[in-house]
């Protein structure tokens, strides 16, 4: 997500028509009459009709369908620049608010903001308490909340307590050495300096072991209870028998068709069946097993390979001569185990691969399978495809039908995956609190190792296609089999999976502006997914430009650098992205319509405010989603961005109830007519990105992630657990996570 811009340029390497040109064609002839590119922009999305997402094309709104949604209960906050979360007060809408059709105004209560679990926070008795000057050591950081929270689910230990007491799984996506290494002399770690400019460089001679391995254990998941006391402040529960971390130093199986491949074998793991660690956890996923799904995401750069280069180590961006923390730099030392940090460098260095970590890489790039409840090991399911994962998404469970998931592929021009599972969902495998069950892992074997990944084809006409990424499938043009275009041999799934990237170039899959989270309507089954922004987005009738020296897509591990606009992307240098939506006919179809649901937009900003945004919902960068079903067919969308702060305001949460809602002359499904149903709920304190969310099953606490603030939350007695504290003084930043709970203890937003 936020953590480096410059990961998110790299790395399709294909000539595939990009979005930004694949729907040119559509709009071509209708853009000349209409005239400007806003217009045309319009047109294509205002001519398409996506059934059941829309009911009109016409911009009028229909009060019946309004009343008949459910509304937001609060007023929208303004934006906010300050060193604190803030949330709505006490409102009251009124009637014109509402709505036609509504009776009385809707009163709102106030909300609070309660910090909980911050970066640091000990879950087992051999951490040690948070202290402003805490000096962290290996130990002190495996036995604590892990650094900059991201992705994060709860897990039921009952189903009578599920919104007072769970496990929480939290993703702990990458770290600040500068906070992490505070009390170091000159703040920095061993071996760093600042330049002239104040910027912080590594000198080389090597690192020390102990605050490499620091930095690895603030990597991560942090599994922790949580429970909710009388007087509605959350705690986290010391030694509870489910508090654990999964680090990048944690030994993991791999399964699927990757598991057991020449791919995958390494000095540590000659079958090729085991590796350590899941690095730079961003978006999450779960099942309906009641298990956590992990996504690797912005992982090549803390490997390097200066020769032996493949055609994936160029698709997805791995580095030579350094990496982005060079953990690589204590290989040698005494103390180094199995090769703890020598596997870091992916260069050849044997005979064969059994004799180095040349493949170490390959062992990276997928879902991580984690089951919250048991003490057992967590699994890459590597059928889903290996790439930058942002997260992935359960699509609509139907007795009898294949399981599928959803991801995207974090960086611009990449693509919209989808799993399809050759097992058919039964639904008494959902039995997820069952404390006495060991087989949730098992369960994922059964849906996760065995199916068809797709890639996404965006069509100029508004459907869409889920193009297989199998070894037997044959290309565009009928001239040999996917595996042949890759060059591996008949049959070899697991050569696929590796090249996942250079797969969905050949097949010709849509490259989107950074693919990031997703969210699923469990009962219409539509999926939404955040379009979050493309600064090599460039200007219409511009030809494309390539990554490594590379003209075509005949060039595996040559992908785009740039691409041309279009009417689903119709700004150049995209500063504020969007969110699109499609619906597919049944789960396991290879067919879907798709639509653009709303447009970001802030003043500070060139793009066109093509959903007509206002004061009360201006945003940048859309990157966290999440879908929150509130039954009898209704739900709110959740939005989160993630900008670090526009001149604006900082990061925010954003609601809207997507039912009901019509698309007006700008194509939208948010738009003009309508946009004031989009609120802003929340906002963070300066320098952070808002993530990761979910709410209670009784939807009386929303709970979303602060990643990367620059001076907060307060640390002091009185505010250190009030999120809407403004911080007094200079602080040493920790990411926390932060519930927000209505003051009279009702539902939240409505």
Known sequence: ???????????????????????????????????????????????????????????????????????????????????????????????????????????????????????????????????????????????????????????????????????????????????????????????????????????????????????????????????????????????????????????????????????????????????????????????????????????????????????????????????????EAPAGDASEVDGEFARFNATPSADDATGDYRNEPRTFGYIVEIDPYTNTRAVKRTALGRFRHEGCWVGKLVEGEPVVFYSGHDSRNEYIYKYVSDAMWDPSDANRTDMTRSDRLAIGDKYMDSGTLYAARFNADGSGAWLPLTPETMVPDGSQTLAAALGLEPGDLAGVIINTCDAADIMGATPMDRPEWGAVDPTSGEVYMTLTNNSDRTAEGTDPTYTNGGTSDDELGVGFSKAPVNAANPRPNNSDGQVIRWREPTPGETTFDWEIFVFGKVPSTDDENISGLSDQNYFSSCDGLWYDDRGDGNGILWIETDTGGTDYTNDQVLAVVPQGLNKGDSGAVVNESNQSQLKRFAVGPNGCEVTGIFATPDRTALFINIQHPSNWPADDSVNEQDATAVTSGEVRPRASTVVIQKSDGGQIAV
Request: glycine share 12%.
């Open 1 to 327: 997500m936020s953590e480096e811009i410059e990961d998110h340029r790299l790395f399709n390497h294909s000539e595939n028509e990009p979005f930004s040109s694949v729907l040119e064609r559509r709009i071509a002839r209708r853009s000349v009459l209409r005239g400007g590119l806003g217009v045309a922009a319009a047109t294509m999305l205002g001519g398409f009709g996506l059934a059941g997402c829309s009911s009109d094309s016409d911009g009028d709104d229909d009060d019946g369908d309004m009343a008949a949604a459910m509304m937001l209960a609060f007023e929208a906050i303004a934006g906010s620049q300050q060193d604190a979360v803030v949330v709505p007060g006490a409102t009251a809408q009124d009637d014109a608010a509402v709505g036609a059709g509504m009776a009385a105004a809707v009163a709102a209560s106030g909300y609070t903001a309660q910090v909980v679990v911050p970066w640091g926070t000990p879950i087992t008795s051999d951490g040690a308490p948070w202290r402003a000057d805490l000096a962290f050591t290996p130990s002190i950081q495996e036995n604590a909340v892990g650094m900059h929270h991201d992705g994060m689910w709860h897990f039921p230990i009952s189903e009578e307590t599920a919104s007072s007491n769970f496990i929480f799984a939290l993703n702990n996506e990458y770290i600040d050495q500068l906070a992490l290494f505070a009390t170091n002399p000159g703040g920095l770690p061993t071996g760093y300096a600042r330049d002239a400019d104040g910027n912080v460089d590594y000198q080389g001679g090597g690192r020390d072991a102990d605050e490499v391995r620091t930095e690895i254990n603030a990597h991560g998941v942090t599994i922790v209870e949580l429970r909710r006391g009388d007087d509605g402040q959350w705690s986290h529960v010391m030694d509870s028998t489910y508090n654990r971390r999964f680090t990048s130093a944690t030994p993991m199986n791999l399964s699927g068709p990757v598991a057991g491949s020449d791919y995958v074998k390494t000095a540590y793991s000659p079958t090729g069946t085991e590796t350590r660690g899941t690095n730079n956890n961003c978006a999450n996923g779960y099942t309906p097993w009641g298990t956590y799904l992990t996504c690797e995401e912005n992982w090549p750069n803390v490997f390097r390979k200066d020769e032996g280069r493949e055609n994936d180590d160029n698709r997805l961006g791995i580095p030579s001569g350094g990496t982005r923390y060079y953990w």
